[in-house]
């Protein structure tokens, strides 16, 4: 089985074309079950770099964490997948793919299991950061899936895949708290680690061999990075706007936890893990802000997006801290009905702002499409780890409402940066 030539991205220089594809047919064909294939690997291990965020309160305890450092427990996962994205997957470039591919993962895999074992604290957020860089092995997958569509298909196999990638975020919350909660913390962590060495068997079994024609050496691959960050205006503005929603999204979502467990609510790990269900519907807008933006309407619905971030953040500080005069206390079912609204909301918002920047981002240069997906992946994963960082520090100073005010924040800096992208898009025009 041949790997088509073009797994990753072989052009160093920002600009180049695009390489010629071979005349041979390829028998590495993406089929329906390859791709949902594809999708189920990027969802599961994406669940590496998300999960920590229900367990930020258990984890803490255990480890005796201080307050203001839990925060690090889901910033930690997120900020080594940014790493990872700029030191790890420039390799692709230069290695032969399926065994860089299965020996990251197996990699992860073991700091996966040194997470579950860690008796200290400072083991334990140096393993989730190792475990969040061998993550980034996402973006090697997503790259070899879109080579092995025809071209009529390849877009639509990218959003397919990523499909994968955006429900593996969205259930990995409630996941980790019904395992955290029917088997502890560590379970979850060891389960990971074991998940991870299977499907590093499967991939080893299924993927294509791919040896690239290296014509540069690493350290000019990192640095046409910094070529492609500093020429594209567009990932520039995209990222941003990317990386100030991830951090209003991971703010409330590392945090939630904590406030939920307290009183007038006082839920379980499961409990939590049916409140992230249940706010994990405001992924329905996926496809919908994709057809959006290719029917013209992108503008619009980036407005749409960042004010209903504004408002679903301003539910939140009503039902859980009481803004405007609503006592949780006294009324704790309609306050945890308006948590939910507003935690599907901001997801909404996130996830239209984030499918409207992927598709920008992808129509700049097919020649260095997997490095700026890279880019701008890595970015916005920055602006989630300054996000759950934060909210950690609020949270011990400020309880909740002092969370809600750091979401409210990259909320508003979203819709007023909102105006520059779309500003910068008019005067192209």
Not at 2 to 13: G, L, M
Not at 164 to 189: D, H, K, N, Q
Not at 239 to 246: D, F, G, H, N, Q
Not at 344 to 369: C, E, K, S, Y
């Amino acid at each position: 089985m041949n790997q088509p030539a073009d797994t990753c991205p072989r052009s160093v220089a920002a600009t180049a074309p695009p390489q010629p594809h071979s005349a041979a047919p390829s028998v590495a064909t993406l089929s329906t079950p390859l791709t949902l294939f594809f999708a189920a690997a990027v969802g599961l291990i994406v669940v590496n770099l998300t999960a920590a965020q229900p367990l930020t309160g258990p984890v803490s305890r255990a480890l005796d964490l201080p307050p203001e450092l839990a925060g690090l427990i889901a910033m930690l996962p997120q900020l080594g997948y940014a790493a990872g994205l700029l030191l790890l997957v420039p390799l692709c470039d230069l290695l032969e793919n399926r065994r860089l591919i299965v020996r990251t993962l197996a990699c992860c895999a073991a700091f996966l299991a040194l997470s579950s074992l860690a008796r200290s604290g400072w083991m334990f957020l140096a393993s989730v950061f190792m475990a969040g860089a061998t993550s980034s092995v996402i973006q090697m997958l997503v790259p070899m899936a879109a080579s092995m569509a025809p071209e009529s298909r390849r877009g639509r196999a990218v959003g397919n895949v990523m499909s994968g990638l955006m429900l593996g975020i969205l259930l990995s919350r409630p996941l980790a708290s019904v395992i955290a909660g029917t088997f502890g913390w560590r379970a979850f962590y060891g389960i990971e680690a074991f998940a991870d060495v299977l499907l590093a068997v499967v991939l080893y079994l299924q993927l294509p061999n791919h040896t690239p024609h290296a014509i540069a050496r690493y350290p000019e691959l990192l640095r046409s990075l910094w070529t492609l960050l500093r020429t594209e205006p567009v990932l520039q503005r995209r990222a941003t706007l990317a990386a100030l929603s991830l951090g209003a999204f991971s703010a409330f979502w590392t945090t939630i936890a904590l406030r939920l467990a307290q009183p007038p609510f006082s839920l379980g790990m499961h409990g939590i893990a049916g409140f992230a269900l249940a706010g994990a519907t405001g992924a329905i807008v996926t496809p919908l802000a994709g057809h959006l933006g290719d029917r013209g309407a992108g503008r619009a619905t980036q407005i749409v997006a960042h004010l209903v971030m504004i408002a679903a953040v301003l539910v939140l500080g009503i039902a859980g801290a009481g803004w405007g005069g609503l006592s949780p206390a006294a009324h704790p079912v309609a306050a945890l009905a308006l948590l939910v609204v507003g935690a599907a909301a901001l997801d909404a918002g996130v996830i239209a702002d984030q499918t409207l920047g992927r598709r920008a981002i992808n129509l700049i240069n097919p020649a260095a499409r997997g490095r700026l997906n890279a880019l701008f992946v890595g970015i916005f994963f920055v602006g989630g780890a300054i996000g759950a960082a934060l909210s950690g520090v609020a949270w011990a100073r400020a309880g909740w409402s002092g969370v809600c005010v750091v979401a409210l924040g990259f909320a508003v800096a979203v819709f007023l940066f909102g105006f520059v992208d779309r500003a910068a898009q008019a005067g192209r025009r």
